[in-house]
């Protein structure tokens, strides 16, 4: 036993020198830029350290080298762009991680201090960045929670669409919002769509008719992705809405941001953070020169600005939004995205309160994986492997190629071999809510294993995006041993897994799903449920799944059928769940 104690210690203090291995550098919030970068003498900024890192490597690395970061928020207000010339080799890798035991946030916020008190419980804060026009933001967290912009009805109220005008922008609602003329105050109409939603602004109000900037919707698509009557909808961003615990609007010619306290709550003594950076980390290579052997380990990500675009958020599907079918299809932007990538990770960390998507593999990227990660609270997509649209790390694709189901225009931009494994992805969607936990398009052999995605307002996972059987780049996906629940739980016509289009040599294995809910504010006649195969779906092996407690059918087709997929082993029960618990 003596002797199996003595391996064992030896073991555990192995694995901690490995954790905490001496780095070549060190970063520390009291350390100085104008320090070594030792332990004992650590820099102060990301930025320093990736300085450094470069010019490790002007030469060429001969060893792995490793950035320990040590406890503490690093606040950025624009994100750190990794390039080939900061990352490592075929051979050598470049790890920025946490000193062991202890924790370190990576954050696009800033904080909100010196709050004063005003009547009827609401506070005040003056922000001369917001008043000098170099500041605006739409989200606002509390002590890690998000906080809703003044709305009326109050959460969860909805009011109803009584009619729409022939260009989607003249709307009678079934109840006034009780304000004065809503125009001049970035006020918005928010609607809940089909499997998506829209936002645009007001340009003018009267009692139950409101005027709007842009056309309500995604145009072109029947009913299903712009105004009609019926739509769920609710009215945000206005002082006079700002009447519950939590609630908040800003003033942008002010520069004024209120909030509305509870009884006896303090402001003062909690934690309020508003983003200012619309991106934390982009690793950017080229079709020539990829980054290469770039690691994350063991860092939190948090706090991402969005702002809506001017033309309005029309959304189409999954994080895809766009004015009109015959416009080109813009994609929501990335806190973390990889483009033109090989054998680059992110493992271990927790990404949460992000203003767009999280996280996002692109044209070129291989070989790269997500793993053991936690998203949370998250505006839109979870994890993305490939898009098509105008995004934040897309502007390699012209003009043509940027309609909604186009596919990669150069065969090497394809993303292939990508791996989302053993991940907990849950609270999507949390600003436009047509998201989804997981999204692969347009890609080859991408690996979707042992995640749990829950608690989705649309679908859990989403794979391919061509409505149709022609032949495109995606194929091979393994979508594996996942649990995926509590989905749709706000929109409709979706479930726990979402496939669209001819994918050969995919695999849908070893999967449970349950808990595809049916929402009271779901529009359209369309059940959810575990699996929904939409139009083209074709070319699966669709194996020992288990599918329950679902609001429609277990399984759904849609201009397929069975005969263009291959079953065995499943178990498909069918339970009927109406609550949106």
């Given at each position: 036993?003596?002797?199996?104690?003595?391996?064992?210690?030896?073991?555990?203090?192995?694995?901690?020198?490995?954790?905490?291995?001496?780095?070549?550098?060190?970063?520390?919030?009291?350390?100085?830029?104008?320090?070594?970068?030792?332990?004992?003498?650590?820099?102060?900024?990301?930025?320093?350290?990736?300085?450094?890192?470069?010019?490790?490597?002007?030469?060429?690395?001969?060893?792995?080298?490793?950035?320990?970061?040590?406890?503490?928020?690093?606040?950025?207000?624009?994100?750190?762009?990794?390039?080939?010339?900061?990352?490592?080799?075929?051979?050598?890798?470049?790890?920025?991680?946490?000193?062991?035991?202890?924790?370190?946030?990576?954050?696009?916020?800033?904080?909100?201090?010196?709050?004063?008190?005003?009547?009827?419980?609401?506070?005040?804060?003056?922000?001369?960045?917001?008043?000098?026009?170099?500041?605006?933001?739409?989200?606002?967290?509390?002590?890690?929670?998000?906080?809703?912009?003044?709305?009326?009805?109050?959460?969860?109220?909805?009011?109803?669409?009584?009619?729409?005008?022939?260009?989607?922008?003249?709307?009678?609602?079934?109840?006034?919002?009780?304000?004065?003329?809503?125009?001049?105050?970035?006020?918005?109409?928010?609607?809940?769509?089909?499997?998506?939603?829209?936002?645009?602004?007001?340009?003018?109000?009267?009692?139950?008719?409101?005027?709007?900037?842009?056309?309500?919707?995604?145009?072109?698509?029947?009913?299903?992705?712009?105004?009609?009557?019926?739509?769920?909808?609710?009215?945000?961003?206005?002082?006079?809405?700002?009447?519950?615990?939590?609630?908040?609007?800003?003033?942008?010619?002010?520069?004024?941001?209120?909030?509305?306290?509870?009884?006896?709550?303090?402001?003062?003594?909690?934690?309020?953070?508003?983003?200012?950076?619309?991106?934390?980390?982009?690793?950017?290579?080229?079709?020539?020169?990829?980054?290469?052997?770039?690691?994350?380990?063991?860092?939190?990500?948090?706090?991402?600005?969005?702002?809506?675009?001017?033309?309005?958020?029309?959304?189409?599907?999954?994080?895809?939004?766009?004015?009109?079918?015959?416009?080109?299809?813009?994609?929501?932007?990335?806190?973390?995205?990889?483009?033109?990538?090989?054998?680059?990770?992110?493992?271990?960390?927790?990404?949460?309160?992000?203003?767009?998507?999280?996280?996002?593999?692109?044209?070129?990227?291989?070989?790269?994986?997500?793993?053991?990660?936690?998203?949370?609270?998250?505006?839109?997509?979870?994890?993305?492997?490939?898009?098509?649209?105008?995004?934040?790390?897309?502007?390699?694709?012209s003009d043509e190629d940027r309609f909604l189901s186009a596919d990669w225009p150069q065969p090497q931009d394809v993303p292939e071999s990508n791996t989302i494994t053993g991940n907990l992805i849950q609270r999507c969607g949390a600003i436009n809510h047509g998201c989804v936990g997981i999204f692969d398009a347009f890609s080859r052999g991408t690996a979707i294993t042992h995640n749990v995605v829950r608690d989705m307002p649309y679908s859990g996972i989403s794979v391919g995006f061509r409505w149709n059987e022609s032949r495109t780049s995606q194929q091979d996906t393994l979508i594996a041993f996942n649990h995926v629940y509590n989905?749709?739980?706000?929109?409709?016509?979706?479930?726990?897994?979402?496939?669209?289009?001819?994918?050969?040599?995919?695999?849908?294995?070893?999967?449970?799903?349950?808990?595809?809910?049916?929402?009271?504010?779901?529009?359209?006649?369309?059940?959810?449920?575990?699996?929904?195969?939409?139009?083209?779906?074709?070319?699966?092996?669709?194996?020992?799944?288990?599918?329950?407690?679902?609001?429609?059918?277990?399984?759904?087709?849609?201009?397929?059928?069975?005969?263009?997929?291959?079953?065995?082993?499943?178990?498909?029960?069918?339970?009927?769940?109406?609550?949106?618990?």
């Amino acid at each position: 036993m003596r002797s199996f104690n003595n391996v064992l210690c030896v073991v555990m203090a192995l694995s901690l020198l490995t954790l905490n291995a001496a780095a070549d550098f060190y970063v520390a919030t009291d350390g100085s830029d104008q320090n070594p970068g030792t332990e004992a003498a650590p820099f102060a900024t990301l930025t320093r350290a990736q300085q450094a890192v470069r010019e490790a490597g002007t030469h060429g690395l001969d060893r792995d080298l490793n950035v320990l970061l040590r406890s503490g928020t690093y606040r950025l207000d624009s994100p750190l762009r990794f390039e080939p010339e900061d990352a490592g080799t075929a051979e050598h890798r470049v790890t920025y991680k946490a000193f062991s035991g202890e924790s370190v946030e990576i954050s696009g916020g800033k904080l909100i201090t010196d709050w004063k008190a005003e009547t009827n419980n609401q506070w005040t804060v003056t922000l001369p960045e917001v008043t000098d026009g170099n500041w605006c933001f739409r989200q606002l967290f509390v002590d890690g929670h998000r906080l809703q912009r003044g709305r009326f009805p109050n959460a969860p109220g909805i009011l109803r669409v009584k009619t729409v005008s022939e260009d989607y922008r003249n709307i009678i609602l079934s109840k006034s919002p009780g304000a004065d003329n809503l125009s001049g105050i970035n006020a918005e109409l928010v609607m809940y769509q089909n499997w998506s939603i829209s936002r645009a602004g007001i340009a003018s109000s009267d009692g139950t008719r409101i005027i709007l900037e842009t056309p309500m919707g995604w145009v072109g698509h029947g009913s299903a992705t712009s105004a009609s009557v019926d739509k769920p909808t609710y009215v945000e961003n206005a002082l006079s809405f700002v009447d519950t615990p939590g609630e908040w609007y800003l003033d942008e010619s002010s520069g004024t941001l209120t909030y509305q306290a509870a009884d006896g709550e303090d402001p003062n003594t909690r934690c309020f953070v508003a983003p200012a950076a619309n991106a934390l980390i982009q690793i950017a290579g080229t079709q020539d020169k990829p980054v290469r052997n770039l690691h994350f380990d063991r860092i939190n990500f948090a706090h991402t600005r969005w702002e809506r675009p001017t033309f309005g958020y029309s959304g189409i599907q999954a994080g895809h939004y766009g004015t009109n079918m015959s416009e080109p299809t813009h994609v929501l932007p990335l806190a973390i995205s990889f483009l033109y990538t090989e054998a680059c990770s992110i493992k271990n960390a927790h990404i949460e309160h992000t203003g767009a998507c999280a996280i996002g593999f692109g044209a070129g990227t291989q070989d790269n994986t997500v793993e053991s990660c936690s998203l949370v609270d998250i505006g839109a997509n979870g994890i993305m492997v490939g898009w098509r649209g105008i995004g934040e790390m897309s502007d390699n694709v012209s003009d043509e190629d940027r309609f909604l189901s186009a596919d990669w225009p150069q065969p090497q931009d394809v993303p292939e071999s990508n791996t989302i494994t053993g991940n907990l992805i849950q609270r999507c969607g949390a600003i436009n809510h047509g998201c989804v936990g997981i999204f692969d398009a347009f890609s080859r052999g991408t690996a979707i294993t042992h995640n749990v995605v829950r608690d989705m307002p649309y679908s859990g996972i989403s794979v391919g995006f061509r409505w149709n059987e022609s032949r495109t780049s995606q194929q091979d996906t393994l979508i594996a041993f996942n649990h995926v629940y509590n989905t749709m739980k706000v929109l409709a016509d979706g479930g726990c897994l979402y496939t669209l289009g001819f994918q050969p040599g995919t695999i849908i294995r070893g999967n449970i799903f349950h808990d595809a809910h049916r929402s009271v504010f779901a529009h359209g006649g369309a059940p959810n449920n575990g699996i929904f195969f939409d139009q083209g779906s074709k070319g699966y092996l669709v194996e020992d799944n288990t599918i329950y407690n679902t609001s429609g059918n277990p399984i759904r087709f849609n201009q397929t059928n069975a005969d263009n997929l291959t079953f065995k082993n499943n178990h498909f029960g069918i339970g009927v769940d109406t609550t949106t618990q």
